[in-house]
T-cell receptor, first 115, second 112 residues
Framework: AQTVTQSQPEMSVQEAETVTLSCTYD???????LFWYKQPPSRQMILVIR??????QNATENRFSVNFQKAAKSFSLKISDSQLGDAAMYFC????????????FGTGTRLQVTL | AAGVIQSPRHLIKEKRETATLKCYPI?????VYWYQQGPGQDPQFLIS???????DKGSIPDRFSAQQFSDYHSELNMSSLELGDSALYFC???????????FGPGTRLLVL
């Protein structure tokens, strides 16, 4: 079974600074997808970024980027120029390829952004 | 852009009662997923449907059932509710060829 581990229950960053959230996963699959979802206090699940395992290039979305290390099964999220609106719970998630495959989530990292 | 719609947004039930949660996927999305998120926990997969057929099943109690209809909307039926069923229930949808799941706002169920 696939597992996703987020070893940082809480992180804090100052506004305008950069923070990196860690995620590791375990799978025997060679092709899969990885995601970061953000859950603000409203509890809406918002997609932040996605990475296909077959792509060597790290995904980027504006201030958000990932460091995908397939051999190490590591998938960290870097948030640059942090903003107050980035404060939320961040979940790392894994999904194998295939129709209607489920997402397996990590336990989440709560990010605080301070002035 | 249209998003996933869930109704109701909030629901309060007594123990042993029945609840029905509805999910309307993003237009043209043919795949629906249900997740349960307890307080302070990560979302747990319950069940998914593709083209009106059950596709995958997670840790869904036998008291729960779900289906996807011809217009692709889905309903999660929960019977003999227990206090432990109190949670946020998410529906997500995707287009088969695209691997990204988009989540609805969730239904907050409180069982008293």
């Amino acid at each position: 079974a696939q597992t996703v581990t987020q070893s940082q229950p809480e992180m804090s960053v100052q506004e305008a600074e950069t923070v990196t959230l860690s995620c590791t996963y375990d799978t025997s699959e060679s092709d899969y997808y990885l995601f970061w979802y953000k859950q603000p206090p409203s509890r809406q699940m918002i997609l932040v970024i996605r990475q296909e395992a077959y792509k060597q290039q790290n995904a980027t979305e504006n201030r958000f980027s990932v460091n995908f290390q397939k051999a190490a099964k590591s998938f960290s999220l870097k948030i640059s120029d942090s903003q107050l609106g980035d404060a939320a719970m961040y979940f790392c998630a894994y999904r194998k390829t295939g129709t209607a495959s489920k997402l397996t989530f990590g336990t989440g990292t709560r990010l605080q952004v301070t002035l | 852009a249209a998003g996933v719609i869930q109704s109701p947004r909030h629901l309060i039930k007594e123990k042993r009662e029945t609840a029905t949660l509805k999910c309307y996927p993003i237009p043209r999305h043919d795949t629906v997923y249900w997740y349960q998120q307890g307080p302070g926990q990560d979302p747990q997969f319950l069940i998914s449907f593709y083209e009106k057929m059950q596709s995958d099943k997670g840790s869904i109690p036998d008291r729960f059932s779900a289906q996807q209809f011809s217009d692709y909307h889905s309903e999660l039926n929960m019977s003999s509710l227990e206090l432990g069923d109190s949670a946020l229930y998410f529906c997500a949808s995707s287009l088969r060829g695209l691997q990204t799941q988009y989540f609805g706002p969730g239904t907050r169920l409180l069982v008293l």
